[in-house]
């Protein structure tokens, strides 16, 4: 596979996603001319205009009610002067005084006992509305409110209601122009002080909602934006502002998963960068490994017992190596071949493993092989020196960095028993362990390393090839009195006698 391959490749999966965001982005940019806070500012302007509206449609027609009212107490009051007079005949001149100072045209009174008409003229114009104020109802008040507001001028209305504190009936005539003029000075007036005050009211509302709601959902907004742009830089990432109500709540889950994702989405792109690196260089190391295995081959010639022991081994574990790079490119980028199940002797492989350790690291580290002998598995062994490997290269990098527990000398230990049907293999040392915090993300893929500069992936991969093989790994709690109290790991796998299970990983658990 050539180096520019998986460049390619993977700009073509990161240009689509690109351009879908920048186009998400660009609408969203475009549509914002209107958007929540204008909608809220149209929003609380329609709902106080709605109120001023209704406020002004009742008191217009209260006022028209109480105006009309006034006129038939005052006709009244005037035909009650006339009687307590005694007189039963006025003078037109007088009829008329009467008249202008009630401002009707005509009076009429309708008493059980008689019927009497004040009127100035015995000719009366034609009467444009008639209001019957015996039993008013708003349903018919507000519509003849604005019929009288929109009266054209000469307009002559009639008003029929019960006298007060009788039981006469009173019937005035009279222009409507005067009621107009004082309904459009009462509308006026209203609408000045409604408007004064609906303005304060939407001003210190909307500043309300600007401080309260819109500003924080805006920053939420703009955090989520940047993020989307951004995903894997800290800077987007919001800080919580430390309100205890709906938006505080939204901003910290907000914040905890944009770094939650930030994280995923650095590990991901650790991963691609890794499977582009191991690309480039799959070609040269296979070559690297064949010039090895030419060298070591010509190492079994050497008469040293030692190197007798050890070639062979080494032989091996290049044509592993070989045989490796040529079915992988990387982790998680290519697939591991399928594991070839066969019979082999645990304690034989544990031992060449030690053998191969103790050759590299002379005296820092003692080892204890506690497996029956002809103990046998029925899995991949490639795998299992592979699992047993990392495993054991992780204890002895944490002893040497780290240093063993108290005065416990450095020491790795091995271990396998059969328990229902399975085998139980134990890795442990006397070192440190793990921190209590990384127990549930050990076989994460680049959650930690035992050294610095350590890639993060063996548990990963030793958690992976144990699934493949129908078992399951796990971190076991070590005892502090024990002597091999740091990390203690337990590897389950199928015994012989059992077909192999598929049982979940731990890093799939």
């Keep these: ?45 329609s709902f106080v205009l709605l109120a001023i509206a209704f406020f002004y449609v009742t008191r217009l027609a209260a006022y028209r009610e109480t105006w009309l009212r006034d006129r038939l107490a005052m006709a009244h009051t005037a035909v009650v002067a006339f009687d307590a007079a005694g007189r ?52 018919d008040s507000v519509p003849a409110a604005f019929q009288t507001l929109f009266a054209p001028p000469g307009s002559v209305m009639r008003i029929v209601g019960p006298a007060p504190n009788d039981n006469a009936m009173i019937e005035v005539t009279m222009d409507e122009q005067p009621l107009v003029e004082q309904m459009w000075r009462v ?39 940047a993020f989307g742009m951004r995903p894997q830089e800290a800077q987007p990432i919001l800080a919580p502002s430390g309100r205890d109500d709906e938006i505080g709540r939204a901003e910290t889950a907000l914040a905890a998963m944009q770094d939650s994702l930030a994280q995923e989405l650095s590990q991901r792109k650790r991963l691609a960068e890794l499977g582009m690196a191991v690309a480039r260089i799959n070609h040269d190391l296979r070559n690297m490994l064949a010039a090895a295995q030419l060298i070591s081959d010509r190492l079994a010639a050497i008469p040293d017992p030692l190197a007798q022991r050890l070639a062979p081994r080494l032989v091996a574990t290049l044509d592993r190596a070989i045989s490796f790079c040529q079915s992988t490119l990387t982790y998680g980028a290519a697939r591991e071949q399928a594991p070839s199940r066969r019979r082999f002797d645990l304690r034989e492989i544990v031992r060449q493993i030690v053998e191969t350790a103790e050759a590299t690291n002379v005296g820092s580290v003692a080892y204890s092989i506690d497996i029956p002998p002809k103990f046998e598995l029925h899995a991949d062994p490639d795998h299992i020196i592979r ?54 993300r050990i076989f994460e893929p680049f959650h930690l390393s035992t050294r610095e500069g350590g890639s993060g992936l063996g548990l990963a991969i030793a958690a992976d090839l144990v699934a493949r093989n129908g078992g399951s790994i796990a971190l076991a709690a070590a005892q502090p009195e024990d002597f091999y109290c740091g ?6 796998l199928p015994t012989p006698e059992d077909a192999p299970k598929p049982l979940l990983s731990a890093r799939d658990a």
């Excluded at 509302?205 to 955090?223: D, N, Q, Y």
């Design 88 to 139: 039963q005949d006025l003078s037109p001149v007088l009829t008329r005084e009467i008249l202008d100072s009630v401002g009707a045209r005509s009076i009429a009174i309708q008493q059980p006992a008689r019927h009497r008409v004040f009127t100035a003229s015995t000719v009366e114009s034609a009467v444009t509305e008639v209001d019957d104020l015996t039993d008013p109802s708003m349903i």
């Design 487 to 492: 990390a203690r790991f337990l590897i389950t």
């Design 187 to 225: 509308s006026r007036n209203f609408l000045t002080l409604a408007l004064t005050v609906s303005s304060v009211v939407t001003l210190v509302l909307w500043a309300a909602l600007w401080h309260m709601v819109i500003r924080p959902v805006r920053r939420l907004t703009s955090s989520i934006i």
């Design 387 to 440: 699992v047993i490997e990392n495993l054991c290269r992780n204890a002895v990098q944490a002893l040497q960095s780290q240093g063993p527990v108290g005065d416990r000398p450095p020491a790795v230990r091995f271990a396998a028993i059969r328990t229902d049907g399975t085998a139980l293999i134990e890795i442990s040392d006397s070192g440190p362990g793990f921190a209590p915090e990384q127990t549930s």
């Design 1 to 45: 596979m050539s180096a520019s391959s998986p460049e390619e490749s993977m700009r073509a999966v990161v240009a689509p996603a690109d351009a879908s965001l920048e186009a998400i982005v660009a609408a969203a940019a475009r549509r914002r001319s209107l958007g929540l806070a204008g909608r809220l500012l149209l929003l609380v302007i």
